[in-house]
């Protein structure tokens, strides 16, 4: 029986992000998605996703998914049998960023949850194209059903995430690097630089998407999860 497959989502994301790949992927393993909205650090979204994790298992995640991914395999690297990493960062929070969280975050507690997640939908979220708009509206509608607290939160947790390049040059499992060539919130060359990082990872690039390929180029992002998972 392969082993089972726990898939981490974006931020304000819930198991839709992954929702072309459950599809196609559950026929063959089981499929686990672990919510990561609970606490205010990746460290704490770390521990909650061993607690409910298999012993053993692959691992995927995307945006800030990949960055708790991460935070699992420092904690608990014998557990996690592959790893993939998408459209992530493995840099910890500059003081720029962590700064310009603030304004967003006193905006969603004064109510505007709405306004801010559609300017950080902005039109380079995506690769261009005419499913665009389908999938920035179900990014809403995630976002949306999440709620203010999750937002809190994980921006939270995001400004006082650690830095994990040391993480990713201990690697000896097999290690998937993918992103969508449009992504300019997680680049190409963001991606690159955490390949090179790792023993033997696999670097893919996905034509006509952005931040999120799961969505936009779901084909492709199956084809290359399938084949990390049979290395």
């Keep these: 029986m392969p082993e089972p497959l726990v898939f981490l989502p974006g931020m304000m994301c819930d198991g839709r992000l992954y929702g072309p790949q459950i599809k196609a992927l559950g026929r063959d393993r089981a499929i686990h998605l672990a919510p990561i909205c609970a ?27 990949g960055i708790v991914a991460m935070e699992v395999v420092r904690r608990a690297p014998a557990r996690v049998t ?3 990493l998408m459209d992530t ?12 969280r603030e304004p967003q975050i006193a905006r969603v507690m004064a109510g505007s949850l709405v306004e801010v997640m559609r ?8 690769a261009p ?38 993480v990713l040059r201990k690697l000896k499992i097999p290690t998937l690097i993918l992103c969508g060539e449009h992504d300019r919130l997680c680049p190409v060359a963001r991606h690159q630089f955490m390949a090179d990082l790792i023993f033997r990872a696999t670097l893919v690039v996905v034509p006509d998407a952005g931040h999120l ?3 936009e180029q779901p084909e492709a992002v199956n084809a290359a999860l399938k084949q990390w998972l049979a290395a």
């Excluded at 003081?95 to 310009?100: H, L």
């Excluded at 300017?119 to 995506?126: A, G, N, Q, S």
């Excluded at 509608?141 to 809190?152: I, P, T, W």
Aim: glycine share 6%; proline share 7%.
């Design 129 to 166: 194209g005419a499913g665009r708009q389908a999938v920035l509206d179900l990014v809403m509608d995630m976002a949306l059903d999440m709620g203010e607290g999750v937002f809190l939160r994980q921006s939270r947790a995001l400004q006082r995430r650690p830095d994990q390049q040391n």
């Design 89 to 100: 960062n493995a840099l910890a929070e500059t003081p720029a960023y962590a700064a310009a």
């Design 39 to 65: 606490h205010e650090t990746v460290e704490a979204l770390a521990t909650e996703v061993l607690a409910s994790a298999p012993p053993t298992f692959a691992l995927a995640g995307l945006s800030m998914g």
């Design 119 to 126: 300017e950080e939908m902005k039109p380079d979220y995506l």
């Design 82 to 84: 592959r790893l993939a």
């Design 213 to 215: 390929p799961t969505l």
